[in-house]
């Protein structure tokens, strides 16, 4: 939306890298059954700047699990209001920690 736009008219890099930590959360919530917190974002490429308007999606891979966290891939496909093809805009790996009630890492749950 345009409340999430930069002066160039392109969304925020802040925003997105928000929706993919939620996205890759959910994938990791999943695989931990228990509450997760992100520890570190290893790396992140803007590809192609989002418009607004795009509708964005993020798919969420599971690269590496350790005992206590799980680095997790996120890319970020974008489709224009003109064009039905998606295109890839964003690609980032985020590790997140599986906590117990006390906010404390405990072993991830196979
Ligand atoms: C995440 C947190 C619970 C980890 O606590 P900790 O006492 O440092 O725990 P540990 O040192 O035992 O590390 C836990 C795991 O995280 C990994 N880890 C720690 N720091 C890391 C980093 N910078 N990058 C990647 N992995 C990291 C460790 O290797 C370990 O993995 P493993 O158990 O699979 O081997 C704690 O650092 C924390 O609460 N951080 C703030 C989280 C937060 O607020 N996130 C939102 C950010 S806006």
Redesign the pocket.
């Given at each position: 939306m345009p409340a999430d736009a930069n002066a160039n008219g392109d969304i925020f890099g802040g925003w997105i890298v928000s929706q993919m930590d939620l996205g890759g959360a959910v994938l990791a919530r999943g695989i931990a059954h228990s509450r997760v917190?992100?520890?570190?974002i290893?790396s992140m490429s803007f590809i192609s700047p989002v418009n607004v308007g795009d509708i964005v999606t993020c798919y969420a891979r599971l690269l590496h699990i350790?005992?206590?966290?799980m680095k997790i891939d996120v890319e970020v496909w974008a489709q224009r209001w003109s064009d039905a093809a998606q295109l890839r805009v964003t690609e980032g790996k985020i590790?997140y920690?599986a906590?117990d009630s006390a906010?404390?890492?405990h072993p991830v749950r196979r």
């Open positions: 917190t992100t520890v570190a290893d350790g005992n206590t966290s590790t920690v906590i906010g404390k890492p």
